[in-house]
Nanobody, 115 residues
């Protein structure tokens, strides 16, 4: 089993920045890709960014150039640096990890972008 613990959400003004962290524990040797989804009220969960074990990132189009995903394998932690935040980025952000037989999810952290 893998446990994921997110931190770093909060309230920020448009144009501001936040960094989310997700620390993995448990059977971390089994983890392959990690990343972030987000979900806004009334919308489907959206894949935001993914990073492979080797460090190769992918992003959804709406966050390219503003969000950066990174991974510290020594700390078993994945980060999501978010700059130039927009009101439409408001959502609960969920960390996930891909295991050999199942995916794992964090509890979510709220990001609110508002003036």
């Amino acid at each position: 089993q893998v446990q994921l613990a997110e931190s770093g959400g909060g309230l920020v003004q448009p144009g501001g920045s936040l960094r989310l962290s997700c620390a993995a524990s448990g059977s971390i040797w089994s983890i392959n890709a990690m990343g972030w989804y987000r979900q806004s009220p009334g919308k489907q969960r959206e894949l935001v960014a993914t990073i492979t074990r080797a460090g190769s990132p992918t992003y959804t189009n709406s966050v390219k150039g503003r969000f950066t995903i990174s991974r510290d394998n020594a700390k078993n932690t994945v980060y999501l640096q978010m700059i130039n935040l927009k009101p439409e980025d408001t959502a609960v952000y969920y960390c996930y990890a891909v295991g050999p037989q199942k995916n794992y999810w964090g509890q979510g952290t709220q990001v609110t972008v508002s003036s």
